[in-house]
């Protein structure tokens, strides 16, 4: 694994925050398995590596459900799981904090941002490891969303691939990220059509049922309202 390590000169040549990792792990063990063909491989999985190690303060320590997830996410051979589970430990001991890896990650990838995504949902999928993701976890994807350079948007977008948020509009709508405009209008309109008061109203139904399609309808326009300045909807 990594190509015939020895020593610190791998990271010595990386540099920051993940080229310092990769120089202590030297210093316990020699991979040599030929998982990765160049540094990309090495920046991508080891700051993978320690972005989710630095997560799993958020919530208690690293677990075996969470290791298991990262083989999932990176193929990893039988003979390196070990050193794989060291380095997790290595990563949780440094005194460089989350930031400095998304940074050094960031900056390795500016020109590639699918592979950032590819590091955010890498972290949702490990968050995702013990069948709930936690707010302090949500918060820390969020903040690396940011380092990385994703907009707020851009963040909520990869984030619903793995979670509904109760405030995310196209939760609010029962909609789908991957409609189009078009399609978003006609099942708004339809959501407005079905939800508004005065149908309730000619219904006969109690002022309490009008009360709560009027405070439903508010909910729906105001999800609707969100979306169309987010996609400027016209």
Do not use: C
């Not at 078009?182 to 009008?210: M, S, T, W």
Request: hydrophobic fraction near 45%.
């Amino acid at each position: 694994m990594w190509g015939k390590l020895g020593g610190a000169g791998l990271g010595f040549a990386i540099g920051g925050p993940i080229g310092a990792l990769l120089g202590v792990l030297a210093g316990h063990v020699v991979f040599d398995s030929g998982l990765f063909a160049d540094d990309k491989q090495l920046v991508f999985t080891t700051g993978l590596i320690a972005l989710s190690a630095k997560m799993a303060k958020a919530d208690g320590v690293v677990t075996r459900d969470e290791v298991a997830a990262f083989r999932q996410v990176v193929s990893i051979p039988e003979d390196e799981v070990v050193n794989v589970s060291r380095l997790f430990d290595l990563a949780q001991q440094t005194s460089a904090g989350f930031e400095a890896y998304a940074q050094q990650i960031g900056e390795h990838f500016r020109d590639e941002p699918a592979l950032l995504e590819d590091v955010l949902d890498g972290l949702f999928h490990i968050a995702k490891a013990d069948h709930a993701i936690h707010e302090a976890e949500l918060r820390y994807v969020a903040e690396v969303a940011r380092i990385f350079g994703f907009s707020g948007a851009e963040y909520g977008r990869i984030a619903a691939r793995h979670v509904r948020l109760p405030d995310d509009p196209y939760f609010a709508l029962g909609a789908e990220r991957s409609w189009d405009d078009e399609q978003l209008k006609r099942h708004y309109r339809q959501l407005v059509a079905a939800n508004h008061p005065d149908r309730q109203i000619a219904l006969g139904l109690p002022p309490a049922a009008v009360k709560i399609a009027t405070d439903r309808l508010a909910a729906i326009n105001a999800a609707w309202e969100t979306l169309r300045q987010e996609r400027n909807i016209r």
